[in-house]
């Protein structure tokens, strides 16, 4: 008998996953959105910054990537920032109405001598009250174990596409040492953020392959970024042929279905989707956004177009959710205060 809609299951099999992949849109669409009101207010998004906080000259030869040393992409190196530059940007995107603060640095994994500084990194932001993400490349235990302790909330580390499809846009590490990574981090008890990218030139099995592969783990990952690729001129997928609208709706929708309680982010590609692309990936069940200029080193849609489409939709910044802890201790619920300013400058 098949499960309720709307249930967290993790033992999804691929003709399942298949199944909803041939659905009507429409149809897909109302089962998408009717999980999605069974967990989330459909009319809240959570609202992320990003800050690129070492850039460019990366080891790893991601096919997507312009930060990799190997592709003349023309992006401008910049070295590790210091923790008082990374506080100032946090600063500001708290006053901007962020609720979490995502800091990302283009390395294989992080060295010993760079470890201090992000480690003060996660200390400080967190000190702002603000939740804290990271974004640096493989970990091993006590890596994932250290930034735990500083009190990092979220690690990000993507499986990019399927296990078949992996090795034509990554040969520099493994789809294992991905899945290891992961498995440090959830053993260090932070949460994790992990998804893919669609419009790679991978086909429906590898959105599929992916999709299983998150879905299926133990814990589902507590965010899932559904990137588009962007298509960087001197990166090898830089010709790759435009992704239909439709297929990238799809697979949101599909990640919502799978994954009911985990937000689906909508992340890099967001600029080149217009008003009524980005209003289906929500109606689809995309509960999160990253509001800022820059998305690590690709364009974003200006902050006040995002402002506009909120207050066109009707959309609010979702509120940073406080612990039990947190309640307890000083300070503060600024966040929440910063949101609602943010949702006030759009109207
Ligand atoms: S995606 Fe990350 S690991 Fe891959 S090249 Fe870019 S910065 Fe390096």
Redesign the pocket.
Known sequence: MPSPMGVVRHNWTRSEVEALFALPFNDLLFQAQTVHRQHFNPNEVQVSTLCSIKTGA?????A?????A?YDTGLEKERLMAIEAVVNEAREAREAGATRFCM?????SPRAKDMDTVLGMVKEVKALGMETCM?L?MLDEQQAQQLAEAGLDYYNH?LDTSPEFYGEI?T??TYEDRLKTLENVRAAGMNVCCGGIVGMGEQEDDRIGLLLQLATMDIHPESVPINQLVRVEGTPLAEQEELDPFDFIRTIAVARIMMPKSHVRLSAGRETMNDQTQSLAFFAGANSIFYGEKL?TTANPEESRDMQLFARLGIEPEKYQVTEEEALSEPTVADQLAAQQFYEAAN
């Open positions: 990366c080891p790893e030869d991601c997507y990537c312009p930060q990799s190997r990302g640095a283009a390395w294989r974004t490349g993507n990554i520099t590490r690590l």
